[in-house]
């Protein structure tokens, strides 16, 4: 999915990589040893370590928050239920992305030139579509989870059990994987106009395919079932209110929809802030003449990357299972007792 990015912003070091001087007017380069080298930008010394403490803070506070949900979900039991599973997929291309791309992508941002070589490069290229490919194929699976539980509730337990929601998310990754190697061979060729960038350009055809498949296509499934998810919800929740009012006991029935209610609109929150993140980044591949400076391009980069360190806050507000799973891992005493 970075495709995109990289077609429309691939060069977002233009600026930097070819105008930038030193103080004294000699030019630094990436590769010193290399005629063919980018000019890298010069900083000022602090500058170098804010940014640095800024993307290492924001890389390991993201990897530490996914983790703790994924051994949350992991290791307790009564946490082990399709929906969680779903979760601590999401979880683990979120933690991946603050393992693998923030890192990468921070030092390119920093020093303005890519150390890695080209193999480095297309294996980020590769790694960075396939966790933004899976977490939106995630984000649809917990759309179609929430849908049938507050949509059709008798089925649920009949429909999605763990078994098939295990082998669903193996196939998603497996889906992503290969859909984003193709995408890296399709590649129409990689424009290098010096040695320590980073870029790819992709025909307009696939730009467009991808666009469908990876982003319009998904939202259109997510907003079409989360509209018809908080219409139901609402409806049962008046239904249920009317009930404690009148002073009718409450079966146990209409406590769980009114969990499973919550629980929707707790992963709806989920689904929009995702969506606010990334729909700056493809709306931008409808306009392909559109020129954008680095600094707005990169902004808009790392409002997808920041969704990955979002989420784990979204479960500790809305979910106390996550709250009080956390407590007992920071205690490991508790931790290593039978859950």
Same mark, same amino acid.
């Given at each position: 999915?970075?495709?995109?990015?990289?077609?429309?912003?691939?060069?977002?070091?233009?600026?930097?990589?070819?105008?930038?001087?030193?103080?004294?007017?000699?030019?630094?380069?990436?590769?010193?040893?290399?005629?063919?080298?980018?000019?890298?930008?010069?900083?000022?010394?602090?500058?170098?370590?804010?940014?640095?403490?800024?993307?290492?803070?924001?890389?390991?506070?993201?990897?530490?928050?996914?983790?703790?949900?994924?051994?949350?979900?992991?290791?307790?039991?009564?946490?082990?239920?399709?929906?969680?599973?779903?979760?601590?997929?999401?979880?683990?291309?979120?933690?991946?992305?603050?393992?693998?791309?923030?890192?990468?992508?921070?030092?390119?941002?920093?020093?303005?030139?890519?150390?890695?070589?080209?193999?480095?490069?297309?294996?980020?290229?590769?790694?960075?579509?396939?966790?933004?490919?899976?977490?939106?194929?995630?984000?649809?699976?917990?759309?179609?989870?929430?849908?049938?539980?507050?949509?059709?509730?008798?089925?649920?337990?009949?429909?999605?059990?763990?078994?098939?929601?295990?082998?669903?998310?193996?196939?998603?990754?497996?889906?992503?994987?290969?859909?984003?190697?193709?995408?890296?061979?399709?590649?129409?060729?990689?424009?290098?106009?010096?040695?320590?960038?980073?870029?790819?350009?992709?025909?307009?055809?696939?730009? %467009?395919?991808?666009?469908? #498949?990876?982003?319009?296509?998904?939202?259109?499934?997510?907003?079409? +079932?989360?509209?018809? *998810? $908080? &219409?139901?919800?609402?409806?049962?929740?008046?239904?249920?209110?009317?009930?404690?009012?009148?002073?009718?006991?409450?079966?146990?029935?209409?406590?769980?929809?009114?969990?499973?209610?919550?629980?929707?609109?707790?992963?709806?929150?989920?689904?929009?802030?995702?969506?606010?993140?990334?729909?700056?980044?493809?709306?931008?591949?409808?306009?392909?003449?559109?020129?954008?400076?680095?600094? %707005?391009?990169?902004?808009? #980069?790392?409002?997808?990357?920041?969704?990955?360190?979002?989420?784990? +806050?979204?479960?500790? *507000? $809305? &979910?106390?299972?996550?709250?009080?799973?956390?407590?007992?891992?920071?205690?490991?005493?508790?931790?290593?007792?039978?859950?």
């Amino acid at each position: 999915m970075d495709h995109h990015f990289e077609k429309k912003f691939g060069s977002q070091e233009d600026t930097l990589l070819m105008a930038y001087k030193t103080e004294d007017h000699e030019t630094q380069y990436c590769f010193p040893a290399i005629n063919s080298s980018c000019i890298k930008t010069k900083r000022p010394t602090h500058e170098y370590n804010i940014m640095y403490l800024f993307f290492s803070v924001l890389s390991v506070w993201t990897v530490i928050l996914n983790l703790l949900v994924i051994i949350s979900i992991s290791h307790f039991k009564k946490l082990h239920t399709p929906t969680n599973m779903l979760i601590l997929s999401l979880a683990l291309a979120d933690l991946l992305v603050g393992l693998t791309v923030m890192p990468l992508e921070g030092i390119r941002l920093i020093e303005t030139c890519w150390y890695f070589g080209e193999t480095i490069c297309r294996a980020f290229s590769v790694i960075m579509g396939l966790l933004f490919s899976t977490s939106l194929s995630n984000l649809v699976l917990i759309a179609v989870d929430r849908y049938v539980a507050v949509c059709h509730p008798l089925l649920y337990p009949q429909k999605i059990t763990m078994p098939r929601t295990i082998i669903i998310i193996c196939v998603s990754w497996f889906c992503s994987s290969a859909y984003n190697i193709l995408a890296d061979i399709s590649s129409s060729h990689r424009n290098y106009r010096c040695y320590g960038e980073c870029t790819f350009i992709i025909s307009f055809a696939w730009t %467009i395919i991808d666009l469908f #498949l990876s982003f319009l296509l998904p939202c259109i499934i997510i907003i079409t +079932l989360y509209l018809r *998810i $908080f &219409y139901v919800a609402h409806h049962q929740v008046k239904v249920i209110n009317s009930l404690m009012r009148s002073g009718k006991h409450l079966t146990e029935g209409s406590v769980r929809r009114k969990s499973e209610s919550k629980a929707a609109l707790t992963l709806g929150i989920i689904v929009m802030v995702y969506l606010f993140c990334w729909i700056p980044f493809y709306s931008l591949s409808l306009t392909p003449n559109t020129r954008m400076t680095s600094a %707005i391009a990169c902004f808009i #980069l790392w409002m997808v990357y920041i969704s990955s360190a979002v989420n784990p +806050l979204i479960y500790a *507000i $809305f &979910y106390p299972w996550f709250r009080t799973s956390v407590k007992y891992i920071l205690n490991l005493s508790k931790l290593f007792k039978p859950s």
